[in-house]
């Protein structure tokens, strides 16, 4: 994927998918520009850029031009390293010259000199993940607090821009957001945002339905690329973005955050779309030896309950058997 201009924007106005992010990060950190791509320097910036290119044409103005260049047949053999050596010099100079003047291009470009406001750099972005098996609670620079479900992602700057708060969220988790009028909380996750001032909701991708955002408590803004429809959703509402359409639901938010307080609940999922949760949860493997239990449909809520709590439950409802492997759950009938 080529990186330009319109992909950087959109990169820093936290825009860009996945694949779009993971693009702009790798050419960022090798270090050097595509060749293809021209660093020119932002608007306003066009003076200093001409002023430092004639500063470095001066500095090489002693170098004669085609007029004034003698002949070939009058320039003598070069013969002592005086020669060499002066020459030498002068393409070092204009190269050094050069360098300072490509320097300041990318200075100005990302934005580290007064003429353009400040961006965070990529080295101070913070990361965590999170195992299948086990869950985290984190305090964010803000002072908002972040519960991240087993197999989940979350990225995040060391010190806030000073308009906004933006995480990069993937997995599920659960946010407390500090209250800041003038600085709007944006959770990126996939395709979708959501961009709140101060409140407590739930993001989360649920197999078979999509990316959902249950509200708590508060009101947030559910965005998605692609998409004309903006949800506001409050409390005790849940907005779903399907991969092209969204839409909307209310629920009881306790259903989709209890799992901060170690609750696990499916309400009449099927099976095949429980697995993937069972295995974060509790960091196994799940094996359908009869593809028809797939199909077969869980309505459970368990507390802070064992694996072995689990399996006996779901073994006496749905009338199937299972049998423990090392880190395997094998289910059949």
Known sequence: MRVDRHLLEKYWSGHCTPEERAAVEAWMAAGTPDEAYPLRAPDGEQALHGTLWQRITDEVAGQPDEASAPRPDEIPEPSTPR??????RLWLRFSVAATVLFTVSLLLYWGQLPT????TALSAYVRHDVPHGRKTKLTL???TTVHLNAGSTLRYPARFDEDQRH???AGEGYFDVMND????FIVSFGKTQVQVLGTRFNVREQAGLGICVTVEEGRV???AEGVADTLLLTANMQGIFTGDAMDHATVNSADFTGWTQGTLFFNAVRLAEAIPELE???GVRFTLKDGGLAGYRIKARFDNAPLSTVLHDLAFALDIQYTIKDKEVILYK
């Open 116 to 119: 353009q406001p400040r961006r």
């Open 181 to 184: 009028a003038d600085r709007p």
């Open 141 to 143: 620079p803000d002072g």
């Open 83 to 88: 020669r060499r050596s002066a020459k030498r």
């Open 167 to 169: 995480v990069v969220l």
């Open 221 to 223: 803004r559910f965005s």
């Open 280 to 282: 974060r949860w509790y």
